[in-house]
T-cell receptor, first 112, second 114 residues
Framework: EAGVVQSPRYKIIEKKQPVAFWCNPISGHNTLYWYRQNLGQGPELLIRYENEEAVDDSQLPKDRFSAERLKGVDSTLKIQPAELGDSAVYLC??????????FGPGTRLTVT | AQTVTQSQPEMSVQEAETVTLSCTYDTSESDYYLFWYKQPPSRQMILVIRQEAYKQQNATENRFSVNFQKAAKSFSLKISDSQLGDAAMYFCAYRGGSQGNLIFGKGTKLSVKP
């Protein structure tokens, strides 16, 4: 069974540029999470989807971050414009309902 | 708000020896779950072990076991017969019974010496 797929694995951009991350969850998993992991810290939730609905986006900086999960499968997380402080690893996870979460390999974003 | 604290930024263990990683948490909920995740340099978070708060028996998975002290809100991970492949960051995490979100500690970097 394929795990959670994320792309790209690495991204380097200049500040003020836009960037997008893509996540394909495990087949059949209706719940999808985006976490941000700053250097030396544990992951922190940005947004949680149940099917197509964002049920918790309270930690998503809505002035520059957006996310979508069309058709309740793949998801895209976008930052526009990126700031230096956005440098982090962005992790996607999926689960069946609120069961065990399976994580993808993450995208390491560097903003210069 | 729930919090998770890992007070050991780094730990070291000799191969084949036993090491214990500490974790404390704070919550007012009665229904919750606790987890230990391993994150190697590849960055992929791997579930090591989970504990349901309503279970008194400590969870065990092969060489990994926990010491769950509910009254003290403590949840430590014991790794027996440490192997070189156990070297990684270890994160303690909390999830409320009705919530999907995981709340992580800051992690403990475990080194294994040959």
């Amino acid at each position: 069974e394929a795990g959670v797929v994320q792309s790209p694995r690495y991204k380097i951009i200049e500040k003020k540029q836009p960037v997008a991350f893509w996540c394909n969850p495990i087949s059949g998993h209706n719940t999808l999470y985006w976490y941000r992991q700053n250097l030396g810290q544990g992951p922190e939730l940005l947004i949680r989807y149940e099917n197509e609905e964002a049920v918790d986006d309270s930690q998503l900086p809505k002035d520059r971050f957006s996310a979508e999960r069309l058709k309740g499968v793949d998801s895209t997380l976008k930052i526009q414009p990126a700031e230096l402080g956005d440098s982090a690893v962005y992790l996607c996870a999926s689960s069946l309902d609120i069961g065990e979460q399976y994580f993808g390999p993450g995208t390491r974003l560097t903003v210069t | 708000a729930q919090t998770v604290t890992q007070s050991q930024p780094e730990m070291s263990v000799q191969e084949a020896e036993t090491v214990t990683l500490s974790c404390t948490y704070d919550t007012s909920e009665s229904d919750y779950y606790l987890f230990w995740y391993k994150q190697p340099p590849s960055r992929q978070m791997i579930l090591v072990i989970r504990q349901e708060a309503y279970k008194q028996q400590n969870a065990t998975e092969n060489r990994f076991s926990v010491n769950f002290q509910k009254a003290a809100k403590s949840f430590s991970l014991k790794i027996s017969d440490s192997q070189l492949g156990d070297a990684a960051m270890y994160f303690c995490a909390y999830r409320g019974g009705s919530q999907g979100n995981l709340i992580f500690g800051k992690g403990t970097k475990l080194s294994v010496k040959p």
